[in-house]
């Protein structure tokens, strides 16, 4: 049975974060009881900040979830989310959640998608400052002419999630 579409609640309340082993690396997870609000890779040089509080407790939940995925047990993700960004961004992520599992499209085609053709280089922009990838999977977004093109947690982790989710033989990216 498909789990539901994530859907976005407001960023609000103290921030917890936790340090997920993932076949990536650590993640660090930030977020509270009610949403989840980052997912930082380990080539992006993450710290927690002194005002966080550690607790594995509030993310019980999206760890199962990612573990799910990184096994290739689950092609959704049903986790409160609460991205920070504007409405434009927002929107974007909005549609990066409606790219199935496996499959993927370009930034035009998002662009089309929000009824705005021209933004293009705007998709690309707000894809770019996704502040929860995997669960929100702007990996999903190639180039026109179907080329790789820039992730933030690089192209060889965008490679592996792309061929993780197509089941092709796996080689972790380090």
Request: aromatic share 10%; charged share 15%.
């Amino acid at each position: 049975m498909p789990n539901k579409q994530p859907k976005f609640t407001a960023f609000d309340g103290d921030i917890s974060y936790h340090w997920y082993k993932s076949p990536l690396g650590k993640l660090l997870l930030t977020g509270n009881e009610s949403a989840l609000f980052s997912i930082t890779f380990p080539n992006q040089n993450a710290i927690a900040a002194d005002q966080w509080h550690e607790n594995i407790a509030t993310f019980k939940e999206v760890c199962q979830q990612l573990d799910s995925y990184f096994n290739r047990e689950l092609t959704d993700f049903d986790i409160a989310l609460a991205p920070k960004g504007t409405e434009f961004q927002q929107s974007v992520w909005q549609a990066l959640l409606e790219i199935p599992y496996g499959k993927t499209t370009s930034y035009g085609a998002i662009a089309k998608q929000l009824d705005n053709p021209k933004a293009v280089r705007a998709v690309g922009g707000a894809n770019g400052r996704n502040p929860i990838p995997i669960i929100i999977p702007c990996h999903r977004v190639i180039g026109s002419n179907g080329s790789l093109t820039g992730f933030g947690g690089g192209l060889p982790t965008k490679t592996y999630l792309l061929s993780l989710e197509n089941s092709e033989q796996l080689e972790l990216p380090f």
